[in-house]
């Protein structure tokens, strides 16, 4: 078990005093076999009322309200978590154990239908040009497959820090070669689900302990989540070519990256030019110094 200690600052600033709608925020992981939360604490500015809910994805949502004008919303999650690594379980997945087609049960199908179901298009062919050059023999083992995926895309696409903008859509990102993390993920998720694969987009964050060629630590990560006939849903990070790593902490899972933004909602009145700040420090407890 490691215990960390994760500060998740966000800051957005304005020319002018604005107004706030309903904002929604993913930032508090939901407890489990793997993640326990031993302390949360969430301070915001300007104050407002708060709602926590679990959404239709079992996602810990907190609903807020900003009362009042500001010219600034500052948002600091604080969160102390207990990490029980779970590796990949080395079993044998039934029947078929093949990359394409991957069969699920009856029961199954009917609850991974919406994760198996491509969103984006693919209008000049890139994406399916691309996925078809990396399927193995018909016989190859759906875990060995996703392994391999998962790091063809870690050494072949060019890692770009991107803090704002949505993801790029998947044709996209294999045609310019590059990305972030949010990009690589879904591209893996838009590609797997091509194949028959239940695919879904994880937001969270990465623990990486004196590790200078992680990708995409200092702010909030993204990866791939694949359910797997014996194992379930099981952890791809095609940014570091990282699978069910101790290092990845969860906070939401969503069909699409847009339903998964850790910070979503919308301003009222025009504020001018605007700009958005986010840090994120994840690190053991014992390693803090001690409070002023």
Not at 41 to 58: C, E, I, K, N, Q
Not at 129 to 143: D, I, N, Q, T, Y
Not at 154 to 164: C, P, V
Not at 200 to 221: C, E, I, K, M, N
Request: charged share 25%.
């Amino acid at each position: 078990m490691v215990r960390l200690r994760i500060r998740h600052e966000t800051l957005y600033t304005y020319e002018r005093p604005v107004g706030f709608a309903a904002h929604r925020l993913l930032l508090r992981p939901r407890d489990s076999h793997a993640i326990r939360v031993v302390e949360a604490v969430m301070t915001v500015s300007p104050p407002g009322d708060t709602r926590w809910l679990y959404d239709a994805l079992g996602n810990s949502v907190c609903s807020f309200t900003p009362a009042g004008e500001s010219r600034a919303l500052s948002i600091v999650s604080e969160l102390v978590i207990e990490r029980y690594p779970a590796p990949l379980a080395d079993i044998p997945i039934r029947d078929p154990q093949t990359a394409t087609p991957i069969v699920y049960s009856p029961t199954d199908r009917a609850v991974l239908a919406p994760f198996v179901e491509p969103v984006t298009d693919d209008p000049d062919g890139f994406l399916l040009k691309w996925l078809r050059a990396r399927v193995g023999s018909p016989h190859e083992p759906a875990l060995d497959f996703l392994m391999r995926l998962n790091r063809s895309i870690r050494d072949e696409f060019e890692y770009k820090a991107r803090d704002l903008g949505a993801a790029q859509e998947p044709h996209f990102t294999v045609q310019v070669g590059s990305g972030t993390c949010r990009d690589f993920a879904w591209l893996m998720v838009e590609a797997l689900r091509r194949l028959g694969y239940a695919a879904r987009f994880v937001t969270g964050y990465l623990y990486s302990p004196g590790q200078s060629d992680v990708r995409g630590a200092g702010a909030t990560h993204a990866w791939c989540e694949v359910f797997l006939p014996d194992l379930g849903w099981t952890e791809f990070d095609p940014t570091n070519g990282l699978a069910e790593s101790e290092d990845l902490i969860p906070v939401a899972v969503a069909r699409t990256p847009a339903e998964a933004a850790p910070i979503s909602g919308a301003i009222l009145g025009d504020g001018g030019e605007a700009t958005l700040t986010v840090h994120v420090d994840v690190r053991p407890v014992e390693s803090l110094p001690a409070a002023a």
